[in-house]
């Protein structure tokens, strides 16, 4: 039974009321949970709706749009820009910034990556959306992307939507990570996963070893410990996990722990790895180290990182401490 669980939207409001504030941060938080609700009606309606396959067209990126990229991307545009409460939104879809016009109390900014896993939607694989809130800097003029250019330890909430089996939202705004889940008889996410922590310790790793000729030699150290199991230094065997869907990932290793890397190597050095800082690394990292884990490029905290562009791209190894730890030795030596 959801009916004696609290609603996102309640906890939204205890937090609100807890801390005094005005409810502006609540009310962009349900457009968030709106735009989410209904991307998860288009991911789940598929084929049915003509939603698979690919748009015809590339974002800023080079990638091939697909259909539900784009449409998860006008959703959270539509959505956002209801509410009047951002000055501005940046996307992975969009080259620019987003200005959010006749918006007369914008405060905030919105990042987001409308639709992560790309290549899961039409093999029926979860997917997710990703997004993080920043304030617009006092005096900061709304329409330039330099304002969007924070350190990810001033991000004020991020969170994710998962469109797996089940449609479940996570959330931190500072003080912890929560999950919902929601019930789609009544279109509203329950708490079902409150104060969610990453396990510090795991056997479990996610990285995409077709890449394996161009790592570095830390990673191929850890990986090769790894594969090792009991006979090796490790004296434990380990398990492999690749969704190929960061949400899926980050998700997993929310629940059950593990470590998850998406690293710089030799091929994709030239653009500083394949994650996107503002939309996809910032925002994962926060939630991981809310719960106890630890996000790193293995040379540097992610959340320190000083941005230099919206769309600039950054190693990630991400999940429990202890193996993250051990990886940042490992970049050290
Ligand atoms: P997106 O679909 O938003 O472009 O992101 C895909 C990302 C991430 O979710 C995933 O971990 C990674 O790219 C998958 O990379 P490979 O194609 O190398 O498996
Ligand atoms: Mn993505
Ligand atoms: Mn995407």
């Known amino acids: 039974m959801s009916y004696h669980r609290l609603t996102l939207s309640h906890t939204l409001l205890q937090e609100q009321r807890r801390l005094g504030r005005s409810g502006t941060f609540t009310s962009l938080m349900n457009d968030i949970i709106t735009a989410c609700k209904m991307v998860s009606n288009e991911v789940s309606r598929g084929a049915l709706a003509g939603n698979l396959g690919v748009a015809g067209s590339e974002n800023v990126q080079g990638e091939e749009q697909k259909k539900l990229d784009v449409l998860a991307n006008d959703i959270f ?32 900014l919105l990042l987001f990556d409308p639709l992560d896993g790309s290549s899961n939607i039409d093999v029926n694989v979860s997917v997710g959306s990703i997004f ?87 990673i191929k150290r850890y990986i090769d410990e790894c594969l090792s199991g009991k006979e090796g230094p490790r004296g434990k065997n380990f398990n492999m996990r690749w969704i190929a ?29 394949k994650l996107r800082l503002m939309y996809e690394a910032n925002p994962m990292s926060f ?39 051990r990886l940042i030795a490992y970049h050290q030596e």
């Open 77 to 108: 545009l539509h959505m956002n820009a209801l509410g009047g409460k951002y000055a501005a939104m940046a996307s992975e879809e969009l080259e620019d910034v987003h200005t959010v016009h006749g918006s007369a109390d914008g405060r905030y």
């Open 132 to 218: 993080s809130i920043l304030r617009l800097p006092e005096g900061a003029k709304p329409g330039s992307a330099e304002t969007f250019l924070q350190s990810g330890v001033q991000q004020v909430a991020a969170g994710y939507a998962l469109y797996g089996p089940s449609t479940m939202m996570v959330l931190t705004t500072g003080s912890g990570v929560n999950g919902y889940t929601l019930d789609r008889s009544v279109g509203m996410f329950f708490l079902t996963h409150p104060n969610m922590q990453v396990p510090a310790d795991t056997q479990e790793f996610s990285i995409n070893a077709s890449r394996q000729r161009f790592w570095e030699p830390p």
């Open 245 to 273: 869907s960061m949400v899926a990932e980050v998700h997993r290793i929310l629940v059950r722990g593990g470590v998850f890397l998406y690293p710089m190597d030799t091929e994709n050095a030239k653009t500083g790895g």
């Open 287 to 325: 939630i991981i180290e809310q719960a106890g884990g630890l996000a790193t490029t293995g040379r540097q905290r992610i959340m320190e990182i000083a941005p230099s562009g919206l769309h600039q791209r950054v190693p990630v190894i991400l999940g429990s401490k202890n193996e993250v730890e």
